[in-house]
T-cell receptor, first 115, second 112 residues
Framework: EAGVTQSPRYAVLQEGQAVSFWCDPI?????LYWYQQPRDQGPQLLVY????????NSQLPSDRFSAVRPKGTNSTLKIQSAKQGDTATYLC?????????????FGEGSKLTVL | QQKVQQSPESLTVSEGAMASLNCTFS??????FRWYRQHSAKGLEVLVS????GEKEEGRFTAHLNRANLHVSLHIREPQPSDSAVYLC????????????FGRGTRLQVYA
């Protein structure tokens, strides 16, 4: 069974540029999460979806970050006008039934460096 | 807001010695605790999940939970150099449905 797939694995930007990260969850998983993991810190939840609906995006910096999951399968996280403080690894995870009951499976992450 | 703290920040052990990692949390109503391992430039691999006080063993990994003390630990029996990685504690409280809060991690180095 294929795991969670993310792309690109690495991105290097100048401040002010935009970038999109893509996530393909495990087939059949209804819940998808995006986490931000700065260097030497634990992952911090940005947003999560149940099917195509946003359940919680309270930690998403809405002025520059956006996330969609239009068909309840793949998802895209976009950062517009990137800042040096956005330098981090962006992890996608999926589960069946949510974190209350389902086990989260993580992708390998997309490592972003903003110069 | 849930706070999760891990100690020590880093730990070095010799191959075959027991490795013990600690995690404290702030929300006493938390009911879902997980330990993950993260190798460099890799995703997170779940090692053990525990939901009630006591002990849960998964192979060489054993978690101990004491909710009264707001403490969960991970013990690695007979660690190997391939176990060298960052170990992350994750806790699900009841204040924000569906959200796991992670600690900053313990970096484990196992030498032969």
């Amino acid at each position: 069974e294929a795991g969670v797939t993310q792309s690109p694995r690495y991105a290097v930007l100048q401040e002010g540029q935009a970038v999109s990260f893509w996530c393909d969850p495990i087939s059949g998983h209804d819940t998808l999460y995006w986490y931000q993991q700065p260097r030497d810190q634990g992952p911090q939840l940005l947003v999560y979806f149940r099917d195509e609906a946003v359940i919680d995006n309270s930690q998403l910096p809405s002025d520059r970050f956006s996330a969609v999951r239009p068909k309840g399968t793949n998802s895209t996280l976009k950062i517009q006008s990137a800042k040096q403080g956005d330098t981090a690894t962006y992890l996608c995870a999926s589960s069946f039934g949510g974190a209350n009951t389902g086990q989260l499976y993580f992708g390998e992450g997309s490592k972003l460096t903003v110069l | 807001q849930q706070k999760v703290q891990q100690s020590p920040e880093s730990l070095t052990v010799s191959e075959g010695a027991m490795a013990s990692l600690n995690c404290t949390f702030s929300d006493g109503t938390s009911n879902n605790f997980r330990w993950y391992r993260q190798h460099s430039a890799k995703g997170l691999e779940v090692l053990v999940s525990i939901f009630s006080d006591g002990e849960k063993e998964e192979g060489r990994f054993t978690a101990h939970l004491n909710r009264a003390n707001l403490h969960v630990s991970l013990h690695i029996r007979e660690p190997q150099p391939s176990d060298s990685a960052v170990y992350l504690c994750a806790v699900r409280g009841t204040q924000v449905v569906g959200q796991l809060t992670f600690g900053r991690g313990t970096r484990l180095q196992v030498y032969a």
